[in-house]
């Protein structure tokens, strides 16, 4: 689908054209309101869409490194001008007056801030939004960041702003086949984003081409790192998480495909075999999850009768998390953040699983993050590349992992992968 | 001062006669009001007050376990019907329209929403506002919380909320004589709070009786934990944390004192041996907040031209921090963390200074937060008692700590300590 529309709508493109006086911004705009015309109806990635807002930034004639370039944010993040309604019907319609910290960095390089897009409710449950993946419209978009994914998917926005707590951000990648990046945890302030766990929260980013992350990373001031420019003699490493068990024959070929195109283009690539402390992980990120959405959701369960029960017993902590199994749950975090740091430094990165297969069927559910959650608890820098096809025709993506602040470097290696990874998997 | 304010001005006092119908929170708001009128044209703790926001509320009729109980914000923290301006032009009259968490779980208890404080700029450095210390008004009330601090210690409010990165709402509690409260790191929601360091940014609380906190902490849902009923047979922890050097001889007398006065009432009292590990975590504070601060205030240097040289230099990270430096200083972080939760074990609660002393003279600065950064990195619960009075008349809180989750261990130990300590100190 990406292949179907044109270059000149990715951020770089925009920008270059906008900068250079060969196209102007309110163009962009225009080009696109005409594919949100065409698509928004099947598609429904928005929750929020007022066109006369983003004209006005358009008319205005934005300058900067991001100028004229469309962005739909996530319903969970700030928006000075438009409503943010997490999918809660106690926000629904209620603005905040001040920018997410994210949103106010993009504007000030330029940026048209188009859109809301659909979130699961406060980014928090796996129950899927109205949002249709644009491949398949029985099939979800996966979430929580199901309309950000699904609109850059389906051209409707250059960049999407997602955020990612278990696999929210890359999962939708995998499913929508964008670009998906998920920075190391606190490079790009989490300011004016709703929280559920400070531990895990990242703002999270979509695109349909590699050069747009780029042009963000640079708008984000992301740390320097080594940007190889060729795979030849790279140490890549292939990593099955725990929980390999979920993950379907066709993402468990992708990988296996993955790893001898990377291995053909010169590439030294090896399995990686993980210390035994990170089968804890993914217990470790539930029970911090449960902690820390205990405090996040008190004031929602407290202000009102009707909270879904999913946040009732997360504030009520039907998990039973006692303080004991919160010491250790960060303990074994901190531990294998250390590890993965020392680990992941004898690679220039590392592949893994954007997610188990393919996006299922049906609206009802997002998909299973059990791929990403692992990741995000590092704090490490993922980017999902949308390399492949599977047995149904949907995309599936494979993720690109570096150490903590190397997010340079995962971005390099994503991008030179995506010229020799790839294909359909039966 | 504390003394001569009537007790029922107490949160518990205020909630107890307004739930019983002995007292209507109009009544309390207006006795407050002519404490604000006689006190803050010379404390000037407010960074916005208008009485028909608070007058409204009372006349409302408010219930809950904090009815009419009123309540100061930090003016970095988000009200959804008074501006929030962070100390900073840009922010000046800015609305948000939300509550932060912390202050909607405050209203759903009944609390009555006073007023904004003083904040130094954006919490987040060592100039001062232009609040006094209701005890001298020559000297600071500390910060960065300064407002609250000042507000609660002169009678202008029952409950103040402030934050802490470094010793923000400890450090003013000393110098103001009043009760402060850093709970543990996560346990009570941070959304709203303009952010600085995610790894440190933590609420804080004062108060002008011990009491008052323990109805904040059913509020807000704290952990269940031991609360001893009597000293007698405690294990009592006495740390000087390192940059001891910088500890004044009256706050070095009033631990010893304070020491010696917990044995007489039959605790065990023993120094604390830190690890050599410990000595690490200050320099691991200042990267960290080196480098969370660079995120936190990018949008801010990219939104506009006149931003204070403090925050342009963290962004444009001027001490030069890369990343391996934080990977090392997030790893100091965690393995403190860890030998902290097994050190603190061993005790019911330890004890170490508030602040290095009493309240320096003069506004331009808030004093020196060498006594509480390390605390805070810790993720600890830290309860200041207004307990000494210094050689200047002015008073010097001591602080009881536990570990993670234990915060109302901490609690009950300090209510049983502040009956048996203090005293001036010559």
Aim: with cysteine; net charge negative.
């Amino acid at each position: 689908m990406k292949d179907l529309i044109p270059e000149d709508m990715t951020a770089w493109a925009i920008a270059r054209d906008v900068n250079g006086g060969t196209r102007r911004a309110l163009d962009v705009l225009e080009a696109t309101q005409a594919v949100i015309a065409a698509r928004e109806p099947e598609v429904q990635a928005f929750a929020f869409y007022d066109p006369r807002i983003a004209r006005a930034q358009a008319e205005a004639g934005p300058i900067g490194p991001l100028a004229g370039v469309t962005v739909t944010v996530k319903d969970v993040i700030a928006t000075r001008d438009m409503p943010t309604g997490h999918n809660n019907a106690r926000y629904a319609g209620q603005g905040t007056g001040v920018d997410a910290a994210c949103v106010d960095t993009l504007r000030s390089a330029g940026a048209v801030i188009l859109s809301k897009s659909v979130t699961t409710e406060f980014a928090a449950t796996d129950r899927g939004g109205k949002t249709r993946n644009p491949h398949d419209l029985a099939r979800t978009p996966g979430g929580s960041s199901s309309g950000s994914a699904a609109a850059v998917a389906a051209g409707m926005a250059a960049i999407g702003l997602g955020t990612q707590t278990g696999g929210s951000t890359i999962r939708p990648a995998s499913f929508c086949g964008v670009w998906g990046w998920k920075p190391t945890w606190g490079v790009i302030s989490r300011e004016g984003l709703k929280l559920y766990s400070l531990t895990c929260d990242t703002l999270g980013l979509y695109a349909r081409d590699l050069g747009d992350f780029n042009l963000l990373a640079d708008v984000y001031d992301l740390d320097p790192a080594p940007r190889p420019s060729s795979l030849s003699g790279l140490r890549i490493g292939v990593v099955r998480p725990p929980l390999w068990d979920r993950v379907e024959a066709p993402m468990r070929n992708a990988l296996d495909t993955a790893s001898a195109q990377l291995a053909s283009a010169g590439a030294v690539v090896e399995d990686v075999t993980l210390h035994d402390d990170f089968a804890a992980l993914d217990a470790a990120h539930g029970t911090i999850l449960m902690r820390e959405g205990r405090a996040a959701f008190l004031n929602e369960a407290r202000a009102r009768d009707d909270l879904h029960a999913d946040f009732v017993a997360m504030v009520a902590n039907a998990a039973g998390i006692t303080p004991e199994d919160a010491r250790a749950a960060y303990r074994t975090a901190d531990l294998c953040r250390a590890r993965a740091d020392d680990l992941l430094a004898g690679y220039d990165a590392v592949i893994a699983p954007s997610a188990c297969g393919e996006a299922p069927r049906g609206l009802d559910k997002t998909g299973d993050p059990s791929m990403n959650s692992f990741w995000t608890l590092l704090s490490v820098p993922v980017v999902s590349v949308p390399a492949f096809t599977g047995p149904s025709g949907m995309p599936m993506g494979i993720s690109v992992i570096t150490r903590r602040y190397a997010d340079r470097t995962a971005l390099a290696v994503a991008g030179l992968s995506a010229k020799v990874v790839g294909g359909a998997i039966a």
